[in-house]
């Protein structure tokens, strides 16, 4: 069923800074995922599937990756007004880059005035997840809400690391604190947990846009939902919801998946929610066909493995291998690859990520690594075994010890 009354905007111009240097050349939505996806590409088959299909995808910082796989990966019918839409930076109001994620809504307010819409969906596009959106937008259309949050319950003692929500027993939003240094207000009937906010929000229009205008006028607003518009929506009584991400449901959830949402937005983070699609038993199922996972369709022929030979066999265990990949006398375990992977003969790779048209020359061994796109190793390569030489080297290293090797890379 086609949701008709409502507007979805996704906040896509992020920089996305402590996902450097995965995030040096493109938006940090723009940052490929389990082998074959993008980031932003978890949000939109959220929407997708729940029946939205008038999306605006916001964009700002070093797009250009972002736009192209957006123009070819998802193509709805303008001739029935479906559109996934790529709105640039325009500076339409005074000339200023979008200064906070309020005034990027702000400086796009004709897309929301122009038409009939009734609602606006106001989603950040950097998380992994699914959600049936549906299920959130009944929620606020039964609470009659001028504004509903998405949260997601938390362990307490994590609550500094997030903007925390505090509601009464109805989950009608009493207080937001960002990063609190002190102990928040737990979850109604539950002492243990707390609420994160996921930066996902559902308006009414009029109140979005008048919300948005008063916030424009204001010299020393940050310009932005979580600091501005929602604290000073709650100081004028204005009915706020919270809606409990834990409850949500989607078509052919496993009950693993419920409640499931990463940030991923440090390289340990990133790294660790590619390898955590590697269990038997993921919390993220990218295979259901009841909530299909689209995105763009590489024309490339199957992934190869061959040599069967003493020391020189292409195996792969544990691992994802996307199409156009060749493992020829190589060996895989515990990784990701994107399409066009080559591992030559006599190489080692484990735990470790590897993005599209990178070739492992022979004999070289790497560990627990990220090798970005088009980056050639070269034979009897060491990477992820000696962090002060991969340091040393130009690559970076997290505080977990994932060493990087950025985008073209020589080597």
């Known amino acids: ?10 906040l896509a111009g992020g920089e996305g800074k402590r996902l450097y240097p995965l995030t040096r050349d493109r938006a940090k939505p723009a940052v490929p995922f389990g082998g074959r996806y993008r980031i932003i590409d978890f ?11 008038k999306l605006k995808i916001l964009t700002q910082y070093k797009s250009d990756s972002l736009n192209k796989h957006i123009a070819r990966s998802w193509p709805l019918s303008p001739i029935i007004n479906q559109y996934v839409d790529l709105v640039p930076a325009q500076m339409r109001i005074d000339g200023n880059w979008y200064r906070g994620t309020a005034d990027a809504v702000y400086q796009n307010i004709h897309h929301i005035t122009d038409e009939e819409f009734k609602y606006v969906c106001v989603f950040g596009g950097d998380h992994i997840y699914k959600m049936d959106v549906y299920a959130m937008l009944k929620y606020h259309k039964n609470h009659n809400a001028d504004l509903t949050i998405s949260a997601i319950p938390i362990p307490i003692e994590q609550a500094g690391e997030y903007g925390i929500i505090e509601v009464d027993e ?34 009414n229009k009029e109140k979005l846009v008048n919300e948005l205008m008063q916030d424009s006028e204001n010299k020393e607003s940050y310009h932005d939902f979580g600091k501005n518009i929602i604290p000073r929506m709650l100081s004028q009584g204005d009915i706020i919801y919270v809606y409990d991400f834990a409850q949500n449901e989607f078509k052919g959830m496993e009950e693993s998946e419920r409640g499931y949402w990463r940030d991923v937005g440090t390289i340990d983070a990133y790294w660790q929610a590619n390898m955590d699609l590697l269990e038997y038993d993921p919390e993220l199922n990218l295979y ?27 195996l792969a265990t544990n691992s994802m291998v996307s ?14 690859l994107s399409p066009k992977v080559r591992i030559n003969s006599f190489s080692s790779v484990v735990d470790s990520i590897l993005m599209e048209n990178v070739n492992v020359g022979r004999h070289s061994h790497i560990s627990k690594a990220i090798i970005d796109k088009n980056v050639d190793i070269p034979p009897y390569t060491k990477i992820g075994f000696d962090k002060e030489e991969d340091l040393a080297r130009g690559f970076y290293v997290s505080e977990n010890g994932v060493t990087v090797v950025p985008k073209g890379a020589k080597l």
Not at 291 to 314: D, Q, S
Not at 323 to 336: K, P
């Open 1 to 10: 069923m086609a949701v008709e009354d409502t507007l979805v905007m996704i």
């Open 43 to 53: 949000v939109i088959n959220n929407f997708i599937n729940s029946g939205f299909y």
């Open 323 to 336: 199409e156009g990949c060749i493992i020829s006398g190589g060996t895989l375990s515990r990784c990701v």
């Open 288 to 314: 259901s066909q009841e909530w299909p996972l689209r995105t763009f369709n590489y024309n490339y022929p199957p992934a190869k493995f061959i040599w069967e030979e003493l020391e020189r066999r292409g």
């Open 170 to 203: 109805n989950w009608r939003l009493t207080g937001f604190i960002e990063k609190p240094k002190s102990r928040p207000r737990p979850i109604p009937g539950d002492e243990t947990k707390c609420l994160a906010s996921m930066g996902n929000y559902i308006f």
